[in-house]
C-alpha cells in the first residue's frame, strides 16, 4: 500500500504535466488554414485581377510611348512651343504655356486609358463604388493640380537646362528631388484633403491601442485619423504619411468597418513601423540616386535620339521644352527596366515593417486575416521570379507565413486556436 502510495505520487505530476502540454504548433498547417479561407472562385477573381496588372505596365508604356512620338513626329510639340514664343518672350513663361498646353493635350489622349484602368477595370472586379461623375470629378481636381504644380517644376527644370548646358542633369536632379520632398511635406495637409475627408477616430477601442503602440515606439502623434476612401473604393488600406512637422497617421473607413480590432492593430502596427524604420528618409536616399540615374541616363541618351531620330521634330535641344515628350520617353524605358529593383527596395522595407508591426501588436492572427482581405486586389501565392519582378509588397503566402512563424515562438501568449481549414 505504502508503495502504491509513493508511485502514485511520482507519476501522478508526471501525467498531469503530459495532459497539458500543447501539440506542436505548426506553422505550415496554420499558414495552409489561412490561405484556404479565400474560395476558388475568390482567389480566381484574384489572380486574375492581379495578373492582368502585369500586362498593363507593358500596355500603358505602350501606349505613352506611342503617344509621346506622335507629339514629336506630328510636329504637335513643337507647334505648342511656337505657340508659346509668340504669347511671351520670357523664357520661363513660355515654359509654363508649354506646360499647360501639354497637360490638357495629354490628359484628352490618355482618357481612355485612364477610363478602362482606373474606372472600367475596378469595376468589372467590384473593388470601386464610385459612379462616373464623381469619378470624373476627381480626375479633373487632379488635372487641376497638374496644371499649378507641373509648370513649376517644368520651370525650374528647363530654367537648369539653359543656365548649366554642361552639368543640367546633376541640377535638373536636385530640382526634381527638391519637389519630391515638398511634397511629402505638403501632401497630407494639403492634398490628400481635396480627395477625401479626415476626421479623427471617435472609437476609442481603435484609437487608444494605436496610441499607446505610438507611444510605447517613440512615434509623436496624438491623433488617429479616418478617411471616407469607401466613396471610391473597397480597399482597404492606412499609413503614415508626412515627413517632420506633417505627419500623419490615417486608416481608412473600410478597414475601420470591415475589420475587427486586431486586424487593425496588426495594420497599424506594420504603418507605425514605416516611422520608426525611418523608411520615408530610406526611400529619399533610394530615390536620390534612382533620380540621379535617370538624369544621367538622359544626359547620355537625348543628344543621341535627337541626333538619329529627331530630324523631323523642330526640337532645339535639351532646353527646348518641344523635347519633353522625348524627355519622357526616355524617361519612361528607364523607369521600366528599374522596376523590379523599385518594387525589391520597397518589398525589402514592407517586410520590415510586417516584423515591426507583429513586434508591437502581437497580434499574428489579425494580421495573417488582413492579409486575406487584401488578397481581394493582390495575389495570395505567386511563383518566387513573379514577385521578385512584380511585387512591392510580399506576397500573401509570406506574409501569413511569417505571422504563424511569429505566433510559434510566442505560443504562450496565445489560447485562441487558427481557424479551421474549411473555406468560406
Known sequence: MKQRLVWALVLLPLVSLAANAQEPFDVAAATDAYMSQLTPEEKASSDAYFEGGYWLI??????????????????????????????????????????????????????????????????????????????????????????????LLLMALYGVFRRAPRTWWLWGSAVALAFLLIGQLLAPVYIAPLFNTYTPVDRPEVRDPVLAMARANGVPVDNVYVFDASVQSTRISANVSGILGTMRVSLNDNLLNRTSVPEIKSVMGHELGHYVLNHAYEGLMFFTLVVLGAFGFLSFTFDWALARCGAGWGVRGIADPAGLPLLILLMSVYSLALTPVSNTFIRVNEAEADIFGLNAAREPDGFAATAVKLSEYRKLDPGPIEEFLFFDHPSGRARIHMAMQWKAEHLDEFVEPTPDASPR
Open 58 to 151: 507593358l500596355w500603358v508604356f505602350l501606349y505613352g510611348a506611342v503617344e509621346m512620338w506622335l507629339l514629336l513626329g506630328l510636329g504637335w510639340s513643337a507647334r505648342m512651343r511656337d505657340l508659346a514664343e509668340r504669347i511671351t518672350s520670357k523664357s520661363p513663361l513660355r515654359t509654363a504655356l508649354y506646360a499647360l498646353q501639354f497637360l490638357l493635350l495629354t490628359a484628352v489622349i490618355e482618357f481612355p486609358l485612364m477610363w478602362y484602368t482606373g474606372f472600367f477595370r475596378e469595376h468589372q472586379y467590384e473593388l470601386a463604388n464610385q459612379t462616373f461623375g464623381p469619378w470624373f470629378g476627381q480626375r479633373l481636381i487632379g488635372l487641376a493640380l497638374g496644371l499649378v504644380i507641373v509648370p
